[in-house]
């Protein structure tokens, strides 16, 4: 046997959590979260103060998840999970493709755009 210290009494009795919240395009805020094993989505969430200056009809419109998987807030966490907090998409992704497409023009997208002077099409 040996006397090695046994593991800090924190990590027994609590999980680490990240909570992330963008509110706008290319910003995201992450909080790091200490909470007692058995914690909801919804407690760490309150816990993080993320939305703290969110109107409530913003807040009621977001969508919960863990690690890109859509659930619900009452879902019990596990150690090392990131719960993200999903925004309501303002342009279908397939139209905005459709108009960055449309706006960079053909020739400059696709599998083939960059090619080595005198190469055949395609290769």
Same mark, same amino acid.
């Given at each position: ?24 395009? @290319?910003?995201?805020?992450? #909080?790091? $979260? ?9 407690? *760490?969430? /309150? =816990? ?29 966490? @596990?150690?090392?999970?990131? #719960?993200? $907090? ?9 139209? *905005?493709? /459709? =108009? ?24």
């Amino acid at each position: 046997m040996s006397n090695a210290p046994s593991k800090s009494t924190v990590s027994e009795s609590s999980l680490a959590v990240a909570v992330c919240y963008s509110a706008s395009a @290319r910003q995201c805020a992450e #909080v790091r $979260l200490q909470l007692p094993h058995g914690s909801r989505l919804v407690d *760490a969430i /309150r =816990e993080s103060g993320l939305l703290a200056g969110v109107p409530d009809a913003q807040v009621d419109a977001l969508q919960t998840g863990v690690w890109g998987r859509k659930l619900p807030v009452d879902h019990v966490l @596990r150690e090392g999970d990131r #719960v993200e $907090l999903y925004r309501v998409l303002k342009v279908d992704p397939k139209v *905005a493709r /459709r =108009e960055r497409f449309s706006q960079q023009g053909a020739r400059t997208t696709g599998l083939f755009s960059k090619r080595r002077a005198g190469a055949k099409s395609g290769y």
